[in-house]
């Protein structure tokens, strides 16, 4: 097929990390080499599964962890690591932050499905360290935004926190954290499966992503989901 020719509304499953660091770039993109493609950047929700299952959102983001639901694709667009955010002026911000020191400031939660938890609770809970949700947001710029002006910590990807480390003034540490990668990814359904438009403009993500997403990113892999796996197709951080 032609990317020229095609006149066609793409439906995606994504947050404001898309919508910020991706879609700017990935437009100007897509206005050179496929003009009549139109993005439609779409709000998780409890209806996701079904909505990809029957076509109705073309793509999702997810992170890799994520369990697929039946039947889906998924293969890795970007490559992050996990950064602890908090302002310049706080009381830590020139200091070593321990893995105690979790449970000793409140926090700010993104929850893109509605729950605050994450798989760094399941991290910290074999420490014996379980934190505080002061406050949970459902964007990443939110939670930037509130740790700027509190004592509130943030743990984020390290690409989005370092694009707004210098305008609302932050510091970024490495957590102590046994798993800090970030690795996110783009499912699509077999309903999508065969669909020449959609596998073209995923690679043309993954090229976008790995300019703009992505720290130095590793061979991409694609995988299929097992019939038993169930689940959401997001994670909350």
């Not at 706080?90 to 926090?107: F, L, V």
């Not at 938890?117 to 360290?129: E, H, I, T």
Request: proline share 7%.
């Amino acid at each position: 097929f032609d990317p020229v020719k095609v006149q066609r509304t793409i439906r995606i499953a994504g947050i404001d990390t898309h919508t910020i660091l991706l879609a700017p770039a990935l437009m100007a993109r897509l206005a050179k080499e496929a003009p009549g493609i139109d993005i439609r950047f779409e709000n998780y929700g409890p209806d996701l599964i079904e909505r990809v299952e029957t076509g109705r959102l073309d793509l999702a983001f997810a992170t890799a962890n994520t369990p697929l639901p039946p039947g889906a694709r998924s293969e890795s667009y970007a490559h992050d690591k996990l950064v602890l955010v908090l302002r310049k002026n706080h009381p830590m911000a020139k200091k070593k932050w321990a893995i105690e020191d979790y449970g000793r400031w409140d926090q700010v939660g993104i929850s893109i499905l509605g729950d605050a938890g994450s798989d760094m609770d399941a991290q910290l809970a074999r420490f014996g360290v379980q934190r505080r949700m002061a406050l949970v947001t459902p964007t990443f710029i939110g939670a930037v935004a509130a740790v700027a002006q509190t004592d509130m910590v943030t743990t984020i990807g390290r690409v989005f926190a370092a694009r707004f480390a210098d305008q609302f003034g932050l510091v970024l540490k490495d957590p102590p954290l046994p798993e800090v990668k970030l690795e996110t990814t783009i499912v699509w359904s077999r309903v999508r499966g065969a669909d020449p438009v959609l596998a073209w403009l995923r690679g043309v993500i993954r090229e976008v992503a790995r300019e703009t997403m992505s720290l130095p990113s590793n061979p991409r892999q694609t995988r299929v989901s097992r019939p038993a796996e169930k689940t959401q197709c997001a994670k909350t951080t």
